[in-house]
């Protein structure tokens, strides 16, 4: 007899609160905007990491761009809100990965607010193709 | 012996260039930032068949939020260059309607940047249900 | 002989990470999105002294918009870059009051970035004319 | 007799509708955005006026940044309003130059809506110091 244990880890969260600026003039977030908050918790997640982002902008001869995006936007959020942002990776080859993003306004009680998923591939520029991500995002991607 | 005839409806499309506050320090338009030139390509269609805009924010008792996007980034844009949307709605329902976007940037040859699609859903607030679709805006998604 | 005694507010400030958004293709932080985040920091300070920014966009028949800014930008700041934005209100009338913000990039050693300065009146929309500020808003403003 | 003539240049003026994405909670558009429609016209001109914007932001080895910014917000702009903003440079050294912009939104009548002015210094990053405007900038200035 004995015990079987799994090992889940846990997402790195990040706190938001909503801002004036992050909304229009129907009151509320404007839909664009929750990608922001989205990639903004992601460079949050990769600092967490000892990952420098700039070096993900072009610094190494390689850029990791956003190929994809996918969101659900479930409920209106309105400024003064408070937020967290769940950044979960997702492993696809040795070139991509992809990261999820649970949005979920606190309560009592918290609610889903949106989800959302972005696609990223690494690139080398100046060859015109793609690349092995750098090992430190990898380990990062893999640890999700 | 005769003539078929199709009558295809020519898509809205909107012209826009590509300016700095667009980008981030990768160089390149910021991901969500094209969502964002895609949605003020669907308010100069909207304005061009006549639709007020602030209608649809909650004047009348009915907000039309986007309920989810989608965006497939091909290629990367910079500051200065000039883009075509194509603006296509897509009946839904009653109460919901989608709107393609072909982002375009101007060449020669003209080069398709990014695919978008967002979906709309007529609401009710003050009841927390969907609502029908005014009819100009029903109108303008039918001929699309 | 004996002490005369100075008390000295200390200023709310507010810590910000500069993210990609923030930035541009120049590879700093874009302009004006320096004076949204100085917005983002009055708005956390107001949170703090218990006021509901809510109520500030005509929620109770009054609006507090911004006439003037003023910005001077002094040292480039890039996605990383960690920040103390200090708020410091000043009274001016019973309608109008002003806000100074000092944006710090932290070190070592820290450096003053950008200097700021908003003015804001409250307004009654229905009547076209300057009103009170609220006895909250007026308390915060006056303490700082 | 005889005539005495003036030649007056006429400033830039560039077009913009309002969209939802300049605006915020408050109804109108938010006050940092004012900065950015005016950098959108700003950007414009010197497309008008054959100068790369790219060639300021690094690569021939200087740069153009902002170093001051001051606005008047007259009036609120909402969803939709159309607007003209006339770009009127400024001399002020071989290294130095101001911008001027009026904000007017369409009536009729017109209405003065806001008024902005920006400060650009070229700057050699290299060297950390002051930089002579490129030759197109600095003719596109004294036109003014």
Known sequence: MG???FVVPMPFVYERTVRLADTDAAGVVY?????????????AALAAAGIDL??????????????????DYKRPLRPGDKLTIAVIPEARSENAFA???EVTKLGPPPKLS?????????????????????PALLAWVKAG
Chains 1, 2, 3, 4 share one sequence.
Do not use: D
């Open 99 to 101: 990261v999820r993003y």
């Open 3 to 5: 015990f079987v244990c």
């Open 114 to 134: 949106a989800s959302v998923r972005t696609e990223h591939v690494c690139t080398a520029p100046a060859k015109r193709e793609r690349a092995p991500l750098p």
């Open 54 to 71: 700039n070096a993900l902008l072009g610094a190494n001869g390689i850029v990791v761009p956003i190929s994809r995006s996918e969101a």
């Open 31 to 43: 839909f664009a905007r929750t990608l922001s908050i989205c990639h903004e918790a992601y460079e």
